[in-house]
């Protein structure tokens, strides 16, 4: 009887092409093979780029988890309608994954499809389940935090509705075909790894989306695992192609000189930390706009972050740094005034690379050039500043040149330093 249902499953070809394991190995044999189920899942609308590459590693590695018993596939939520993508004159809405990240290498940890594959495989738009996490109505118990997960009536009336034909409709990354046929709330205190059971035991429907899954936390957090998930986690290479070049072409840096060599396969590099060199030059990640709005205490004034962008270049011995920020170009041209003597870069992008890769792809390429610099100062707090923190660890960076942060104004000079956290193979 699996025979025949498996076979019956597996009658379209770009299902074929999935039955492929984490590792790539074909995870068929005849009257062995499961039948496919799927885990979508979403973020909270208000979080931004870089909290949901964290969320994604929770994710993946529940699927990772998943699949010890079932052939469980990730579809990749499609980016757009971010709260920080303000470029006008395009859509950002509706992107996929293969855009900011290369997805063979997210298929090395776990097995993942693009929405719009997934759409493809199931023949129309349908989740069977939709699942809303959130806290308890009635908070901690006595207090206290404790791992525990209940299906309850929802906290707040849901912004997803039944509609006359039985169809929950409300916003699929901006796909109006698409609706959950079922909806439910699902209280939780715990981890991403602790919603296995109720996946696995309580729901036998095909397709299930987690929505607001940024209220489950990592498994194991720092641990191979962990690693694991955000080493499969590489930028497209059209990014880091454009990075690069803009490395050679005004920073004098290249993989060979600064020795930071990229393997195609994550699963091979291992570099021993201390081993990259980094071009000669500082980057710094100057985040602005909210963070500077808001007056956050981590937020440094431009001639606080200049002065400390120039000690470490004298410390150094170095004329170059590169410029990574939200700012506006008011703001850019001030800190260059503070800089004098120096050469300031910052990536502009031309009109073709904006229009193909949006604010997205902008900020990762700026991620990149900051991930290659022999010495690195971050905003503290901010989770895109951690991302290049650890995307400098996976191409072997001394810690010491990584992680650092500028002091803000309501700090002292001697602020506490970033916390490091050294990579798991
Ligand atoms: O990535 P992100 O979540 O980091 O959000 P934080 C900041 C966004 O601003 C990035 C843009 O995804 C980019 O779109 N951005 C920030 C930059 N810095 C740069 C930069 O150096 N270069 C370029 N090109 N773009 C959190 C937010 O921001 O801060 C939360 O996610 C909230 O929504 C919180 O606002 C206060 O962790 O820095």
């Not at 870069?345 to 900051?370: E, K, L, S």
Request: contains cysteine.
């Amino acid at each position: 009887i699996l025979f025949i249902v498996t076979i019956q499953v597996r009658s379209e070809t770009l299902e074929d092409d999935l039955l492929f394991a984490p590792g790539g190995q074909l995870n068929m044999k005849m009257g062995q093979a499961k039948p496919q189920r799927f885990l979508l899942y979403d973020v909270n609308p208000g979080e931004g780029f870089n909290l949901r590459r964290d969320v994604y590693m929770r994710i993946a590695n529940l699927v990772k988890k998943l699949q010890e018993r079932d052939n469980w596939v990730l579809v990749l939520p499609p980016w757009g309608r971010l709260y920080h993508w303000k470029s006008r004159n395009m859509q950002q809405v509706r992107i996929p994954w293969s855009t900011f990240f290369d997805v063979e290498s997210l298929n090395r940890h776990v097995p993942v499809v693009e929405f719009e594959d997934y759409m493809k495989i199931t023949g129309e738009g349908a989740i069977d389940e939709h699942v809303y996490l959130q806290s308890y109505k009635e908070g901690w118990t006595n207090g206290k935090w404790e791992e525990r997960m209940h299906e309850r009536e929802c906290n707040d009336p849901p912004t997803y509705q039944k509609n006359g034909e039985g169809k929950y409709r409300g916003w699929y990354w901006g796909y109006s075909e698409a609706y959950a046929r079922n909806f439910r709330c699902l209280s939780i205190q715990g981890s991403a790894g602790d919603l296995a059971p109720f996946l696995t035991k309580n729901i036998t429907a095909r397709s299930v989306m987690i929505d607001r899954a940024e209220t489950v936390l990592h498994d194991t957090f720092g641990r191979s695992d962990y690693w694991e998930a955000r080493r499969s986690l590489r930028f497209a290479k059209p990014l880091r192609d454009i990075g690069d070049e803009f490395r050679r072409t005004y920073l004098d840096s290249s993989d060979s000189k600064d020795k930071t060599p990229i393997l195609d396969d994550w699963r091979e590099m291992k570099p021993t930390a201390g081993s990259a060199k980094g071009g000669p030059y500082i980057a710094v990640h100057l985040r602005r706009q909210d963070f500077a709005r808001n007056n956050r205490k981590e937020v440094a004034s431009l001639p606080k972050a200049a002065t400390h962008i120039k000690k470490k270049l004298k410390e150094l011995k170095l004329k170059k740094v590169f410029v990574a920020t939200d700012a506006p170009a008011s703001e850019i041209d001030q800190l260059k005034v503070h800089l004098k003597g120096y050469e300031v870069y910052n990536y502009i992008p031309p009109r073709t690379v904006h229009d193909r890769f949006m604010d997205g792809g902008v900020a990762i390429i700026d991620q990149w050039i900051c991930a290659h610099a022999r010495y690195f100062i971050g905003t503290g707090q901010s989770t895109f500043t951690f991302r290049i923190f650890e995307e400098r660890q996976l191409l072997g960076f001394d810690t010491k040149m990584t992680y650092n942060r500028f002091c803000g104004d309501g700090e002292p000079t001697d602020c506490d330093p970033p916390s490091v956290w050294a990579v798991v193979y």
